[in-house]
């Protein structure tokens, strides 16, 4: 049920209108964004209760309605004395694939933070007129500068599959094409803005691969200019991209029975590899030998059913990753053990495409990841269950999901909450392909969708912090655990938004 009926001025038709302002901004919390002749009840009511409900539950949200898809997003490394920067891929008609760099330029409207529950509902959303797209949104200063600008476009030789930018240098994006390839760009290189044909700094391509579609891409976070990519047959490829061409590449070998999906670097042993893929599986590699000496340190089915699409390492402990895939469940595992899950975390509805742990940030719980599927984001924080737990053997109460030993299946997965679910965005109305963390900026996230748009979103900043004591407590037993990490990514400094 929504808070507010909606703002004054509201029509049957349109669900708002909007009032221009002098600086060109449009306000109405409902422009253009709920659209009641669409036919479907259940949807516009949906739609109409999240837009009057998101102030209270955001700080500040961005939905750029791109010309085009994106596939893939991300967040670039941090840069001193520079605002926050993103890139996204297109996915077109193969005559506009493009990779987009974008700047974040907006100033935090801090007179937003009031008590009148009502007012803050009804009102705040704005327009903005950006090269990107149309921009709706709240919870920023009304300017006539747009919210984002456009830092470099670059052209793409087919749709970008993903993107992964290079976390020691950040002007360094690495690209993976929908014929096999990983491409280079230095996106401050100058180039020649009337040429439309792609011109990547490097092209690297595993021999005798065939053009092969794939989505897997990931930089080591310890070893510098070290890239994995993986594709539909199967094949994973390490490469050293400081070497030009197939010299450069330091392992290639088949990891999985079908289509490789996804892979990432351990970020606390250098040599350490997970992989995932449409066997279902979940493969450990140690990759300390040379080229074709690669050795499977263990391996493991990560799903009851269908691919396993998405994994990643914990910042925070060495022996924690988290995958997911089409059986809708996220499951985290402790490598010292991989008999079963320690954690299966119910509550998506459609296919789980991404899962990424939250960097570390101060006053944020070590204990947070997120997760992606058809139209829904889930923030979990895994630390929930076990203070439930504690708190229903201490007070001898205990519930019948816990007594029985119950499992959320699919079927009541939108009906029950579970403990570890922390936060929900559910501003997408298609399926959303990828989401990324600001590494810098907590709770600061873009996220993309199949329907052509991009959203710049931060939850209430206060959803989970942690006491201060219970973060020292938390970082310290895991670290006990963590071990010495060879060379590492300069670690984010400790500092406010860059839009406050």
């Known amino acids: 049920m929504a808070l507010a009926d909606g703002p004054a001025g509201s029509s049957e038709e349109g669900g708002a209108t909007a009032s221009n302002s002098p600086n060109g901004v449009v306000e109405g919390w409902g422009v253009q964004v709920v659209d009641r002749r669409d036919g479907d009840a259940a949807l516009v009511e949906n739609r109409t209760n999240w837009h009057v409900n998101a102030p209270l539950l955001y700080d500040y949200f961005i939905d750029v309605t791109l010309e085009w898809s994106a596939l893939s997003v991300a967040w670039l490394a941090d840069v001193d004395g520079q605002l926050p920067r993103f890139a996204f891929g297109t996915h077109s008609n193969e005559t506009h694939d493009e990779v987009v760099i974008c700047q974040l330029e907006a100033e935090l409207d801090e007179s937003l933070y009031i008590d009148d529950v009502a007012q803050v509902a009804a009102g705040n959303w704005k327009r903005w007129r950006c090269d990107v797209g149309e921009t709706i949104g709240f919870g920023l200063v009304e300017d006539e500068i747009p919210p984002l600008r456009t830092i470099a476009r670059l052209w793409h030789p087919t749709e970008v599959n993903r ?15 929908a014929n096999g390839a990983v491409l280079l760009f230095d996106y401050e290189r100058e180039r020649d803005h009337n040429s439309r044909e792609a011109d990547p700094d490097a092209r690297l391509t595993p021999p005798d691969a065939g053009d092969i579609d794939g989505f897997a891409l990931s930089w080591s976070s310890l070893r510098r200019h070290c890239l994995v990519s993986g594709g539909n047959d199967g094949r994973c490829c390490l490469w050293d991209v400081t070497i030009a061409s197939q010299a450069g590449l330091l392992h290639n070998f088949i990891a999985h029975d079908g289509a490789l999906c996804d892979a990432a670097f351990s970020r606390h042993e250098i040599d350490l590899l997970a992989t995932v893929g449409d066997d279902r599986a979940l493969h450990l590699w ?19 059913e269908g691919e396993v699409l998405t994994v990643d390492w914990s910042h925070h402990c060495q022996y924690s990753l988290a995958s997911s895939g089409k059986d809708r469940q996220v499951r985290v595992w402790d490598t010292r053990s991989l008999r079963e899950p320690c954690k299966s975390l119910p509550g998506h509805t459609g296919d789980c495409v991404v899962v990424r742990w939250a960097p570390p940030n101060e006053g944020q719980s070590p ?6 599927a058809t139209n829904e984001m889930i923030i979990w924080d895994l630390s929930a269950q076990e203070a439930k737990q504690a708190e229903e053997l201490s007070t001898g109460v205990m519930t019948e999901e816990l007594s029985k030993g119950r499992i959320l ?30 590494l810098v900026d907590r709770n600061l996230l873009c996220s993309a969708d199949n ?6 979103w931060s939850p209430q900043c206060s959803f989970d912090l942690v ?17 010495d990490s060879a060379e590492r990514a300069p670690s984010p400094s400790q500092k406010k938004p860059r839009l406050a």
């Open 467 to 483: 006491g201060s004591e219970d973060a020292a407590e938390g970082e310290q037993e895991l670290e006990g655990n963590a071990g």
């Open 451 to 456: 329907q052509g748009h991009l959203q710049i």
């Open 286 to 304: 140690d990759l300390r030998a040379p080229l074709g000496g690669q050795q499977r340190r263990s391996s493991l089915s990560a799903a009851a």
């Open 367 to 372: 204990n947070v990841l997120a997760s992606c």
């Open 409 to 438: 299946g699919e079927e009541d997965a939108r009906e029950s909450i579970a403990p570890e679910l922390l936060f929900q965005h559910r501003g997408h109305f298609g399926g959303i392909a990828d989401f990324s963390y600001n």
């Open 163 to 177: 993107i992964a930018p290079c976390l020691h240098r950040p002007q360094l994006l690495a690209t993976k094409t």
